[in-house]
């Protein structure tokens, strides 16, 4: 988490306003596809139950109907007062009549007919009616099927537990009608038995067509792939509309009142049952998942998807804002990288009144400012460079004129040789030197020519032996190099360096690649230790020294650090001093100068 954070606060502004957007535009959008989808399913699969328990609803209304022409039927042949009559009639056949075969056949036909006059107004049932001493009667063939057969089976001897007003509802079962076992193979058959002053007398047996239930099912199959049954508390299917699947056993609790989702033949089914009217039966609806909630749901998914596309179009059209309403910063971080670099000519280009707009007027105004401050500066750095360069030249000490001059009028006074016309001489062309300042910078050749005669003067003044040596190039002769900055290293040499023997000061010069003049300034005197050296170097090139100080006692009062501090004004950091010495063999100064041809 830490890492991710610092991720982000190395990202521009421009990214993280629009990382922000598009967090706070998604992440809502996502977390209601998410949420809208969790908290509606329950809502959706209640509505598509109520959906399936309508059909059921409807179903079961159909099948009560069936039902209702089952029961009417039983009850009629119960209750009905032709009926009973025909029934009852049975008993007073006299067994011993000659005519017992006509009577019974006659009574026969009456009940069939009284049968068939009721399957025609109804839907058509199988109705069988046995009475004692092994007769019957029945609305089919007798060659489809022999009635008696009835008390063969297991459930027949339930009957004989039921009240007159009970009725024994068998359920599917295969069709006892032997030329219809291809066409309709199974039957729905209810049972009762009728009884006259509380003794049995006979049975009512009534078949419907399973068929007839399955028709009813078809009305109601829609796209949905839905798979309806009845069946019983068990879920054995008594209904279908696959023939196949009759008399096998639905594997879930059909008898629960609230829908169930279920995995029917390797797919998710949304269960619901519903009761049937009569019997403890059970309507089933099994719809696809998909089919249902699915169907429900994609409506759901389609609208926020639509959102969503919308979103994108809002979310990239306030991407493009917020990356033009960032384009003066980005301009902004370009002029600051590119003043870092040193160009404080780079300026913000923006229009307008805004905030934005207000902040680069302003950078550029104070960059305006910081260049106008630079190049004051700078002039007076320049005026101040000059200054100090006139102020080093007039640094001259009165008392070495005085003490020479005495000297030379004492020498001209005593000898009257022409040393003295020399020395005169040599001191006349180092005042013209001194008192010329109409141009800052020499040639190489003029400044060690005002060298030797200081020397001259030098080793009249002390009564030094100082020999100097001159090994420069001719190409060297001409570079211009600032007036006097050779005399304070030569006085620094003959003073410091003198060891009461006779000192040899060589002056070397060369061109180095047309880039800069190699001055080597190398003396034979007393030299020192790497000590006291490294001390003069920290001294010499130390940043916050003062330069010129009054103290010297050299010629000028300037010194090598004076010339070195002079040397970094003119020059810069092209400028480079190098500083040797060896003690008892000399000191030896290199000097890099740029190159000012005159």
């Known amino acids: 988490m830490e890492l991710l954070w610092i991720k982000i606060k190395q990202m521009s502004l421009r990214t993280r306003l629009i990382v922000a957007v598009i967090l706070c535009i998604l992440f809502p959008w996502v977390s209601t596809y998410i949420v809208s989808n969790y908290f509606t399913k329950d809502v959706l699969e209640q509505r598509a139950a109520t959906q399936s328990e309508d059909d059921l609803r409807m179903l079961e209304l159909g099948i009560k109907n069936m039902m209702d022409d089952m029961m009417y039927t039983s009850n009629y042949i119960q209750f009905d007062s032709n009926m009973s009559q025909l029934l009852k009639k049975h008993k007073l056949i006299d067994p011993n009549s000659p005519t017992l075969k006509q009577e019974i056949a006659l009574n026969y036909i009456q009940i069939s007919n009284e049968l068939s006059g009721i399957t025609d107004l109804l839907m058509p049932l199988y109705i069988t009616i046995l009475v004692k001493n092994d007769l019957y009667y029945t609305n089919y063939s007798q060659m489809d099927f022999n009635p008696l057969d009835?008390?063969?089976?297991?459930?027949?001897?339930?009957?004989?537990?039921?009240?007159?007003?009970?009725?024994?509802?068998?359920?599917?079962?295969?069709?006892?009608?032997?030329?219809?076992?291809?066409?309709?193979?199974?039957?729905?058959?209810?049972?009762?038995?009728?009884?006259?002053?509380?003794?049995?007398?006979?049975?009512?047996?009534?078949?419907?067509?399973?068929?007839?239930?399955?028709?009813?099912?078809?009305?109601?199959?829609?796209?949905?792939?839905?798979?309806?049954?009845?069946?019983?508390?068990?879920?054995?299917?008594?209904?279908?509309?696959?023939?196949?699947?009759?008399?096998?056993?639905?594997?879930?609790?059909?008898?629960?009142?609230?829908?169930?989702?279920?995995?029917?033949?390797?797919?998710?089914?949304?269960?619901?049952?519903?009761?049937?009217?009569y019997s403890n039966w059970r309507l089933v609806s099994l719809v696809p998942y998909k089919d249902t909630i699915g169907s429900i749901n994609v409506v759901t998914r389609t609208t926020i998807l639509i959102q969503g596309g919308f979103l994108v179009l809002f979310l990239t059209g306030l991407i493009m804002l917020v990356r033009e309403f960032t384009k003066p910063i980005i301009r902004l971080n370009v002029v600051t990288n590119a003043i870092k670099q040193g160009d404080l000519t780079a300026r913000i280009q923006v229009s307008g009144n805004n905030d934005v707009a207000q902040l680069g007027n302003s950078f550029n105004h104070m960059l305006d400012t910081i260049e106008d401050m630079i190049e004051q500066i700078k002039v007076k750095e320049e005026a101040k460079r000059n200054a100090e360069l006139e102020m080093l030249q007039a640094q001259i000490n009165p008392h070495f004129l005085f003490n020479v001059l005495n000297a030379i009028r004492l020498k001209i006074k005593m000898e009257g040789n022409s040393g003295s016309a020399s020395l005169i001489y040599s001191l006349s062309a180092l005042l013209r030197m001194t008192i010329n300042r109409n141009n800052p910078y020499i040639p190489l050749e003029e400044e060690v020519t005002i060298v030797k005669h200081y020397v001259d003067l030098m080793n009249f003044r002390h009564q030094h032996d100082v020999e100097l040596e001159i090994d420069v190039s001719a190409n060297a002769s001409s570079f211009q190099v600032p007036r006097f900055f050779l005399q304070p290293i030569i006085e620094n040499a003959i003073i410091h360096g003198n060891n009461n023997r006779k000192e040899t000061i060589k002056i070397m010069a060369n061109e180095q690649s047309d880039a800069y003049l190699e001055l080597i300034i190398s003396d034979n005197g007393r030299g020192m230790d790497m000590h006291t050296l490294e001390r003069l170097k920290e001294k010499i090139f130390q940043q916050n020294s003062q330069p010129y100080a009054k103290g010297s006692q050299s010629f000028n009062g300037i010194g090598v650090q004076n010339v070195y501090q002079r040397m970094k004004l003119i020059y810069g950091e092209a400028f480079q001093l190098k500083i040797d010495s060896i003690e008892g063999k000399g000191t030896t100064l290199t000097f890099q100068i740029p190159v000012m041809k005159g």
């Open 150 to 277: 009835f008390k063969e089976k297991p459930w027949f001897e339930k009957l004989d537990h039921l009240s007159f007003y009970q009725t024994y509802w068998l359920g599917a079962h295969p069709t006892y009608i032997r030329a219809e076992e291809n066409t309709y193979p199974y039957l729905i058959t209810i049972g009762r038995r009728i009884q006259s002053a509380n003794s049995t007398y006979s049975y009512l047996i009534i078949s419907l067509k399973e068929n007839e239930i399955k028709k009813l099912f078809s009305q109601f199959q829609s796209e949905k792939r839905a798979k309806f049954y009845l069946t019983n508390k068990d879920g054995e299917i008594y209904s279908s509309l696959n023939t196949d699947e009759v008399a096998k056993t639905l594997q879930y609790d059909v008898t629960n009142t609230d829908y169930q989702i279920v995995d029917y033949d390797g797919e998710k089914h949304l269960l619901v049952s519903y009761p049937v009217s």
